[in-house]
C-alpha cells in the first residue's frame, strides 16, 4: 500500500531535499490521517531504519530578541554551504496568544540564495508553547536530520526555549550581544542551563566585545565550566570568528557521545509528548517523571520517539 | 496689511519623468514651456536602487515610474536644451544621490556650465527609505557617509545646492501623524548633522545647517497641515540655535519644498482629488510665515496609473491659478496672532518633541529606524480601520458612493499613460553599446579607486564618483563597487512587533472562518505576502501581513524587493497555502506572470492574489494569466479582502464551506 509518509520518509533517507518541504507540511499537519502518516514518515527516519543516529548536526541557536542571531545565521549558512554542507533551518517565531497567527519574519533576515537548492529555511510559529518548541518543530528537526547535513532550530529567548532546543539539539549556541548582563545573570542564576558554545555578537563593536567575551569566560570559569568556548563574532562585512564558531560547534559535536545524546534526547521528547497529551496525570500513573524516565530504558534505543510513547501509555493505562 | 511688493512666487514643478532620456527631456520641454519653473526629476527604479537596466531585479521596472539613467550620455540627452546654470533642478534620488548628482554636474561641466552656478536639490534622505519608499542600496551607515560626503563636498564646490532634502513627505504616505511626521524628520535632521559635523570645518558648520531643506507633505486636513508647518519652523530654528549654536536667522529659517498628499487620493471617483490637491496646495501657501519655497502638485489620476502630460499640466494650471490669479501673495502672513493657530502649532510643536526625545532614547534616528517602522505601521493601521469603519469620511470612497460616470476615464486611454514595455529592450541594447564604446580601462581604474575610497571611512567619494561618471562608468557599476565594500541591507519591516489588533465583531467573525478552515486543512493557513521588484512602497503589503497575523494566519513576509525565483523557493520551502503580491510601480504586467512561472517550475499550486495600482485592462490579462484575485485602491476594506483570502483557500483545498 502507497503511504505518502513512508514515501517521503524514504525519500529523506536517501538524501532527497526536495522531499522536505512536502514533509513539514505533513509533519505540521494536526488532523488524525495525517499524523498517521506522519507516524509513518517518522518511522522511516528512526535511528532503527537509518541503521544509526541520523548523519546530521543538529544545531541549536537561542539568544534573546535583537541578539544578531539572523545576521549570524546568514555568515553561518553561507560558510557551511561553501563547505559543500548542506543546511536547514527551522527558525521558530512567536505567535500571538490572542489571534493564534503570527508573524514569520526571520527568513527575511537570513542571507542565501534562493536558487541554491542545498539550503532550506522554514519558519514556524511557537504555536500554544510560548518560548518554547512545539511539537511538530522537534519533529521536523528529526526529519531533517535524516537528509540534510547541518539542521539548524532558531529560536527567540533565553529560559524554556532554551532548555527544549537543549533536548533536541546536539550543540546548543546561545548568541547574546555585548552589553547583555542579563544571560550572565541566568547563568549564574541557574536559570539557564550552560551553553555548548557561547557566541558573542557585533565583535566589530570592539572594546564591548571583548569586554563581554571576558566577563562571559569569567562567568563560567566561576561556575567551573572551564570547557565552553566563547567565541566572538561579527556578521558585519569583511564578516570575523566565524571560522572559529564553526570549528567551536564541531569540535562539541566530535567530544559529544552522540548516540547517548540523541537517545537521551528521543526520552525526552516522549515524556513531553506523553504529558502534552495526556497530561501531567499519565506521569503519575508510572510514578512520577523519574520512575517513567528509568522506564525508558528498558526500551530499545534505536526505538523512535512514537514506539517510546506506545509503550509510555501502555504502562500507564492511558490510551 | 498688504506687502509694498506682491511677494515673488514659489518654484513651480511636476515631478516628471518616464521611459527614456530623450522622451523625458521632451516632457521637461513641453513643461517649461506650460509655465513651469524648475525641473522635478522622477528616475525609475532601477536607477534609484543602484542597478543597471539589464540586471534581474530591474526586470520589468525599466522606465516605469521614472527616467532610467545608467551614465552620463543619458544625463545629457535628458537635459538637452535645458540651460542649466539658470535652472533649478530637484532630483528624487536618495541612495544614490552622489552619483546622480556627479552625473548631473559632469553634464554641466562638459556643456561648460561651472559647478558654482548650479542650482537645485537632491533628496537624499536615506532614512525615510529605509522607513517607508524602499530605495535604498547600503546599510545604514555608509548611506549616512555618503549623505555626509555630498553634504560636505557641496557646501564648499556646489553652494547653491541643497544637498539634503529631508523627507517628511513619504513618513505621512506611510501613515504617520502629523507629530510623527515633524519628529521623525527633524530626528533624521540631526542624523545628518551629527554626521556630517566633523566632515567640516567649525566655521562652515552654520552654512551647512543653511543648506538642509525639507520635503514635506499636506494631507487634507489643511488647517492642522498648515500649523504643522508653523510648528516645524518653530522647531526647526530652536534645534539651530540650541544644539548647533547657530547664530545668523538667514541659515535658521526652514526652507521647505513640497508634495501634497498622495495617500488620500481615491480610485472612486478619481475626479474628486483635484479638489483635494487644491486644499492640500491651500495648506503649504497660506501663511507666509511658513509658505513652501517649491510646490509640486500630483494629478488627479495617481490611484489609477501613470499621469499624463495633461493631467500634469492641470495640476501645474492650479499652483498659477493660486500665485497669479488669487491675492494670496498680496499680504504678510495672515495667521499671525490667530490664537487657533498658535495653540495648534503649540499642540504639535509639544507632541513632536515628546516623541522626538523617544527617538533619541533609541540612540537617534539611525538606531531608532526599527522603533519609528513600527511606529508607522500602527499609525497607518489605525487610519485604515477608521476609514474602512466609516469614522473617517472619504467622499466616494467610503460615503457618498452614488456618482455618474466619469467622463474624465472614457478616452481610448482609460485616462492614464502606459509606458511601451518596449523600452527596457531598448535600454539594455544601448547600455550594451554604451559599454562597448567607452574605455573600459579608463572605468576600472575609476571605480577601483572607488572601491579603495570606501573601505577609508575619512575619505569623501564626491570626487572619485565624479571621476567615475566623468569616465563613463554606469549606475549600476558605481553602486555595484560601493556594495562589495559597504555590504547589501535589509531594512526592518515593522510588522512583527505591530501590535496585536483589539478585538471588534468583524475580526472576530474573522479568526472564526481562519480557526474552521484551518482546522479543516490540519495546519493554520499559511499566507506568502510578498513583494517582487524594485517597489519599495510596502504600506499595502505591511497592512495586509499584520491584518492577516489578526486574522489568524501565519504570515511569512519578507519585505521588499524579492526577485520572483526567491518568492517562489519561499512559496515552496514554508508550505503556504495562498501567495499574495503587491506591486505599486506599474511592472506588474511583466513581473506577475514571471513569478506566475517561477511558481509553477517549483511546483506551488496555491492562489495567487495581487494587489496594486492596476489598470483594468490589466486585471483582466492577470486574471487571465491564472491570478485568482487581483485589489486596487478601491478595495479599501482589508477586512473583505482577507475574507475573501479565506474563502479562495477554503475552496482550493476543500477545507469546507466558508460561513
Known amino acids: ?319 | 496689511m498688504r506687502l509694498p511688493e506682491r511677494d515673488r512666487p514659489w518654484v513651480m514643478r511636476t515631478y516628471a519623468g518616464h521611459s527614456t532620456a530623450t522622451k523625458s527631456n521632451e516632457l521637461y520641454r513641453g513643461n517649461l514651456a506650460k509655465g513651469q519653473t524648475g525641473l522635478s526629476i522622477a528616475f525609475d527604479l532601477p536607477t534609484q536602487t543602484g542597478y543597471d537596466p539589464d540586471h534581474e531585479l530591474a526586470r520589468g521596472e525599466v522606465g516605469k515610474v521614472g527616467v532610467s539613467i545608467a551614465h552620463k550620455a543619458d544625463m545629457h540627452a535628458l537635459l538637452d536644451g535645458i540651460p542649466l546654470d539658470e535652472m533649478n533642478t530637484s532630483m528624487t534620488i536618495n541612495a544614490t544621490a552622489a552619483w546622480l548628482l556627479a552625473l548631473y554636474m559632469t553634464v554641466a561641466e562638459e556643456n561648460g556650465v561651472g559647478r558654482a552656478a548650479l542650482q537645485g536639490t537632491t533628496q537624499n534622505d536615506i532614512i525615510k527609505e529605509f522607513l517607508s519608499r524602499g530605495t535604498y542600496a547600503f546599510p545604514p551607515e555608509p548611506s549616512m557617509r555618503l549623505i555626509a560626503d555630498t553634504i560636505a563636498f557641496t557646501v564648499e564646490e556646489v553652494p547653491r545646492w541643497n544637498p539634503v532634502n529631508i523627507c517628511s513627505y513619504h513618513l505621512q504616505e506611510a501613515g504617520a501623524t502629523p507629530p510623527q511626521e515633524i519628529a521623525y524628520a527633524l530626528s533624521t535632521a540631526i542624523a545628518v548633522l551629527d554626521g556630517v559635523r566633523d566632515r567640516v570645518p567649525e566655521e562652515t558648520f552654520p552654512r551647512v545647517f543653511g543648506r538642509i531643506s525639507f520635503f514635506v507633505n499636506a494631507g487634507i486636513r489643511f488647517v492642522e497641515e498648515h500649523a504643522k508647518l508653523r510648528a516645524m519652523g518653530g522647531l526647526w530654528e530652536e534645534l539651530g540655535r540650541e544644539r548647533y549654536g547657530v547664530e545668523d536667522p538667514k541659515f535658521l529659517r526652514l526652507r521647505y519644498g513640497v508634495q501634497v498628499n498622495s495617500l488620500g487620493l481615491t480610485e472612486a471617483q478619481p475626479e474628486n482629488n483635484i479638489i483635494r490637491i487644491v486644499l492640500e496646495a491651500l495648506a503649504v501657501t497660506m501663511g507666509r510665515d511658513a509658505r513652501a519655497r517649491a510646490v509640486q502638485l500630483p494629478a488627479w489620476n495617481e490611484a489609477l496609473g501613470l499621469p499624463r502630460p495633461w493631467d500634469q499640466q492641470w495640476s501645474l494650471r492650479i499652483q498659477q491659478i493660486l500665485a497669479h490669479e488669487t491675492d494670496l501673495l498680496d499680504y504678510p502672513d495672515i495667521f499671525e496672532g490667530s490664537v487657533v493657530m498658535e495653540g495648534l502649532a503649540d499642540e504639535l510643536v509639544d507632541a513632536a518633541r515628546a516623541e522626538m526625545a523617544v527617538v533619541a532614547e533609541h540612540g537617534g534616528a539611525v538606531a531608532a529606524v526599527g522603533y519609528m517602522k513600527t511606529q508607522l505601521v500602527e499609525s497607518h493601521r489605525t487610519r485604515m480601520g477608521r476609514i474602512e469603519r466609516g469614522e473617517q469620511k472619504v467622499i466616494g470612497q467610503n460615503v457618498f458612493t452614488e456618482h455618474e460616470p466619469s467622463p474624465l476615464q472614457e478616452g481610448e486611454d482609460g485616462g492614464i499613460l502606459t509606458v511601451d514595455p518596449a523600452v527596457e529592450q531598448g535600454q539594455i541594447e544601448a547600455l550594451a553599446s554604451w559599454r562597448s564604446s567607452r574605455d573600459d580601462a579608463a572605468v576600472d581604474a575609476a571605480l577601483t579607486a572607488l572601491g579603495e575610497a570606501a573601505a577609508d571611512p575619512g575619505v569623501n567619494l564626491m570626487p572619485l564618483t565624479l571621476a567615475a561618471a566623468r569616465a563613463g562608468a554606469t549606475t549600476g557599476e558605481w553602486a555595484g563597487a560601493l556594495r562589495a565594500v559597504f555590504g547589501e541591507y535589509r531594512a526592518p519591516t515593522g510588522v512583527a512587533d505591530a501590535a496585536a489588533a483589539v478585538s471588534d465583531y468583524a475580526l472576530d467573525e474573522l479568526r472564526d472562518r481562519v480557526e474552521r478552515v484551518s482546522e479543516a486543512l490540519g495546519r493554520r493557513i499559511k499566507i506568502l505576502v510578498g513583494k517582487p521588484g524594485l517597489d519599495g512602497h510596502s504600506n499595502g503589503a505591511e497592512q495586509i501581513a499584520v491584518r492577516a497575523r489578526d486574522a489568524g494566519m501565519d504570515v511569512v513576509y519578507e519585505g521588499i524587493r524579492l526577485t520572483p525565483a526567491r518568492i517562489a523557493a519561499t512559496a515552496v520551502q514554508e508550505g503556504v497555502h495562498v501567495v499574495g503580491l503587491s506591486i505599486l510601480s506599474g511592472s506588474h504586467a511583466q513581473l506577475i506572470p514571471t513569478v506566475l512561472d517561477e511558481l509553477r517550475d517549483a511546483g506551488v499550486d496555491v492562489p495567487v492574489v495581487v494587489g496594486g495600482i492596476i489598470p483594468p485592462a490589466d486585471e483582466r490579462a492577470l486574471l487571465a494569466a491564472g491570478v485568482a484575485r487581483v485589489y486596487t485602491p478601491k478595495d479599501f476594506q482589508v477586512s473583505k479582502i482577507m475574507g475573501d483570502i479565506v474563502d479562495l483557500v477554503a475552496e482550493r483545498y476543500g477545507a469546507g464551506t466558508p460561513a
Not at chain 1, 536517501?14 to 507516524?39: M, T
Not at chain 1, 531533517?144 to 529560536?155: F, N, R, S
Request: glycine share 10%; hydrophobic share 45%.
Open chain 1, 1 to 319: 500500500m502507497t503511504s505518502e509518509g513512508r514515501d517521503l520518509g524514504a525519500r529523506l533517507r536517501s538524501r532527497d531535499l526536495a522531499a522536505a518541504p512536502a514533509a513539514l507540511n505533513l509533519i505540521e499537519d494536526r488532523s488524525p490521517g495525517a499524523r498517521d502518516e506522519a507516524a509513518r514518515l517518522l518511522a522511516e527516519v528512526s535511528p532503527a531504519a537509518l541503521g544509526g543516529e541520523a548523519p546530521a548536526h543538529l544545531v541549536g541557536v537561542t539568544g534573546p530578541p535583537g541578539a544578531g542571531k539572523s545576521s549570524l545565521l546568514s555568515v553561518l549558512v553561507k560558510e557551511w554551504r561553501d563547505a559543500g554542507r548542506t543546511v536547514a533551518v527551522l527558525a521558530v517565531d512567536p505567535s500571538s496568544r490572542r489571534s493564534g497567527g503570527s508573524l514569520l519574519g526571520d527568513r527575511a533576515r537570513i542571507d542565501h540564495d534562493p536558487r541554491d537548492r542545498g539550503v532550506l529555511i522554514r519558519s514556524t510559529a511557537a504555536g500554544g508553547r510560548l518560548g518554547g518548541l512545539a511539537a511538530p518543530t522537534r519533529q521536523a528537526a528529526q526529519a531533517l536530520a535524516a537528509a540534510y547535513e547541518v539542521v539548524v532550530i532558531e529560536t527567540v529567548g533565553v529560559g524554556q526555549s532554551e532548555t527544549d532546543v537543549e533536548e533536541v539539539c546536539d550543540t546548543v549556541a546561545v548568541v547574546v550581544q555585548p552589553g547583555s548582563g542579563d544571560t550572565l545573570q541566568f547563568i549564574k542564576a541557574g536559570i539557564m542551563e550552560v551553553p555548548d558554545v557561547l557566541v558573542v555578537t557585533k565583535a566589530d563593536l570592539g572594546e564591548a566585545a571583548a569586554r563581554a567575551r571576558r566577563d562571559l569566560d569569567a562567568a563560567l570559569r566561576s561556575l567551573g565550566s572551564h570547557e565552553v568556548p566563547v567565541v566572538a563574532v561579527s556578521s558585519v562585512p569583511p564578516p570575523q570568528g566565524i571560522e572559529e564558531l564553526v570549528s567551536a560547534l564541531e569540535g562539541h559535536r566530535s567530544a559529544l557521545d552522540l548516540p547517548l545524546r540523541r537517545l537521551r534526547s528521543r526520552r525526552m521528547m516522549a515524556l513531553g509528548e506523553l504529558v502534552a497529551e495526556h497530561g501531567d496525570s499519565a506521569l503519575r500513573g508510572l510514578g512520577g517523571r523519574r520512575a517513567a524516565e528509568r522506564r525508558l530504558t528498558r526500551e530499545d534505543p534505536a526505538a523512535d520517539v512514537a514506539a517510546l510513547v506506545r509503550a509510555l501509555r501502555a504502562e500507564a493505562g492511558v490510551e
